[in-house]
């Protein structure tokens, strides 16, 4: 819900405005910032220094841009990539391939899209590629329904304003509507399954594996061939993930 006027902090309005261009913006000069804010220069270069000073921002190699600095950048993070988190991660992974002999992946939420953070490939001759460092639209995934599944219809309306999502194939769900519908199916039997909507040929099915927030939360993904992956034997593989997904909890040997 949007503040009233009366109660807007017009400085602090401004400073999370500029942080949200170091989202499109690799690098921003005061010129630039304070065009896309519609702020007088003077204001602009005060916002970005406050942000220096605190670590949101920091000057680029030119020395004369702004560019997202390491505590925009660590707030930014998702969870996967500290060293703690994908070792343990590591070790999930390692037993999900083991148990289903198919591509696994772990995967985090960005906003509207998931970014895979790991993943280990399967021996069959046939296989889909783990595809680690890639992202695509959650709406689409078998791993981004399972992480939408765990946040609130709230947060779902927040990442999708608009009624209409992005068609990645002909069976992407493409309205807000029956995503959510499609989630609260999701809640209900546990995980999350692809039937070819982020790529033809490709089915997958996701449980998710740890993480009380947004950011700290990791789905487990087994991805297919579509003849390799019909309903039921996709319904096995989640019981398979839930299986490995407990490796998680468990301290890790030696």
């Not at 670590?55 to 600095?69: P, Q």
Request: neutral net charge; charged residues 25%.
């Amino acid at each position: 819900m949007a503040s009233a006027p009366g109660y807007t902090i017009e400085s602090l309005d401004t400073g999370l405005r500029l942080m949200r261009l170091f989202l499109t913006h690799d690098t921003l000069t005061v010129s630039e910032a304070a065009e896309l804010l519609e702020v007088g220069r003077s204001t602009a270069h005060r916002v970005l220094t406050t942000l220096e000073g605190r670590g949101f921002a920091g000057r680029d190699a030119s020395g004369r841009g702004y560019s997202a600095g390491p505590e925009l950048m660590r707030l930014g993070r998702p969870a996967g990539f500290g060293a703690a988190v994908r070792e343990r991660v590591a070790r999930v992974l390692d037993d999900a391939v083991r148990r289903t002999g198919e591509t696994v992946q772990a995967v985090a939420l960005i906003g509207d899209r998931i970014i895979v953070t790991d993943g280990r490939e399967s021996p069959h001759p046939v296989r889909v590629r783990p595809g680690t460092g890639l992202t695509h639209p959650a709406h689409a995934t078998a791993g981004g329904k399972m992480l939408l599944a765990l946040m609130t219809a709230g947060q779902v309306d927040a990442l999708y304003p608009g009624e209409e999502l992005e068609p990645v194939t002909a069976r992407t769900t493409v309205s807000r509507t029956a995503l959510l519908a499609e989630l609260d199916r999701v809640r209900a039997q546990g995980y999350a399954v692809d039937g070819g909507e982020s790529a033809r040929g490709m089915h997958a099915v996701a449980v998710p594996l740890s993480g009380s927030g947004p950011r700290d939360r990791i789905a487990l993904v087994v991805a297919v061939p579509a003849d390799r992956g019909d309903e039921a034997e996709l319904g096995e593989h989640a019981l398979r993930l839930r299986q490995s997904a407990a490796a998680l909890e468990r301290p890790a040997a030696g």
